[in-house]
């Protein structure tokens, strides 16, 4: 299964979604297989997968993949877990992209738990005032919801929180930083 996985990312790498995709769903037959539904290396190809499938715009298949897999992740870790936090995301982003207003409501409460457990992190790291990529990245996706769901005005200071993160981290002049200049 390692080298099954290794290719996956290989094909995906390379831009060959739809074979990197057949790869995977091969390697969590596997997975499921041996060590079964809620280990947490399932979860994580699960989730994998529905990022593949995401990209390759299988709605249904992506939001069918990511719930699993957030659903298993906080059932088996614990919502705050790091790999939990980040399943969480996936589905959020996933409902981002289908755009309806209950999915964007549901991916709002996602994100803004995931920015919690990402301040709760960076607190306890000794790095709450300055941020970290987490917080960055959990305060861009928040920001992107509310603009979703046309509340750019609750979204300023999630925006405003990734841009001062972004520039401290990376410089000013990062294209990350740059991106959240023109969010």
């Known amino acids: 299964l ?43 190809v699960i989730g994998r997968m529905a990022q593949v499938a995401r990209a390759l715009d299988r709605d249904d298949e992506a939001e069918a993949l990511a719930r699993e897999a957030e659903t298993s ?34 991916a709002e409460a996602l994100l ?11 607190e306890m790291a000794g ?8 917080l960055q990245v959990s305060a861009s996706n928040l920001a992107q919801a509310l603009i979703a769901q046309g509340r750019a005005a609750e979204a300023l200071p999630y925006a405003r929180e990734a841009l001062h993160i972004s520039s401290r981290l990376l410089g000013t002049h990062h294209e990350t930083t740059l991106d959240e200049l023109r969010s």
């Open 127 to 134: 790095k709450g005032g300055g941020g970290t990529a987490e």
């Open 73 to 106: 992740a906080a059932l088996v870790l614990g919502k705050a877990h790091p790999d939990a936090v980040l399943a969480a995301s996936t589905l959020a982003e996933v409902l981002l992209q289908r755009g309806e207003p209950a999915q964007l409501e549901e």
């Open 2 to 44: 390692l080298g099954a996985n290794a290719l996956a990312d290989r094909l995906l790498a390379a831009g060959e979604k739809e074979k990197g995709a057949a790869q995977l769903h091969g390697v969590v037959l596997g997975l499921r297989e041996l060590r079964g539904d809620r280990h947490p290396d399932t979860i994580s």
């Open 112 to 122: 803004r738990a995931c920015h919690a457990h990402a301040a709760d992190h960076a």
